[in-house]
């Protein structure tokens, strides 16, 4: 009786596909992939993610580079598009707050998928620098909002000062 109650809580959980997107992926201004299909439900596992072979061989990794700290923030797709703010553009949008690799800890973020409609995200770092030099992330993008032309709208945005 109990284990049938449980594994009913616990089915729409399961249900859900899970994504993996790797920031600063062998310290580019990336996040890897670069655009998202999912569906309500899903998770998105943002994870600072940079030099996994020289991980594995030399644990004596170098921690001096910025691109080993980046955010995962929705914003808007066009004006004010860089840096994004705290807390992330929405409704439904998300901010992961500084996921710093800088000890190795490899840290994460999840967001569950609450709405099928677009999301654009980018990068706190430097003050919107990463953001204008395209470190963009499109999660549901359409034909009317894509994610070249959210890219294009981050590398042409002047920094908005706070
Ligand atoms: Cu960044």
């Known amino acids: 009786m109990?284990?049938?109650?449980?594994?009913?809580?616990?089915?729409?959980v399961v249900l859900g596909a899970t994504f993996v997107v790797q920031l600063?992926?062998?310290?580019g201004l990336t996040f890897t992939p670069n655009t998202l299909v999912a569906d309500i439900g899903?998770?998105?596992t943002f994870i600072e993610f940079v030099l996994l072979p020289s991980r594995l061989l030399n644990s004596?990794?170098?921690?001096?580079?910025?691109?080993?700290?980046?955010?995962?923030?929705?914003?808007?797709?066009?004006?004010?598009v860089c840096p994004p703010p705290d807390g992330g553009v929405g409704p439904n949008g998300w901010d992961s707050g500084f996921?710093?690799?800088l000890?190795?800890?490899l840290p994460s973020f999840n967001y569950t998928v609450v709405d099928t409609l677009p999301h654009f995200a980018?990068?706190?770092?430097?003050?919107g620098a990463h953001c204008v030099a395209g470190m963009v992330f499109a999660l549901n993008p359409t034909a009317e909002q894509t994610f070249?032309?959210?890219?294009?709208?981050?590398?042409?945005?002047?920094i908005v000062t706070k």
């Open 122 to 127: 980018s990068c706190k770092q430097a003050a």
């Open 24 to 27: 600063g992926l062998n310290n």
């Open 103 to 105: 000890d190795g800890s």
């Open 60 to 80: 004596a990794l170098p921690r001096s580079s910025v691109s080993r700290n980046h955010t995962s923030t929705t914003t808007n797709f066009d004006g004010a």
């Open 2 to 12: 109990f284990k049938a109650i449980l594994f009913a809580a616990l089915a729409p």
């Open 42 to 44: 899903d998770v998105i």
């Open 99 to 101: 996921l710093s690799d």
């Open 148 to 158: 070249e032309q959210f890219q294009t709208n981050a590398e042409t945005n002047p």
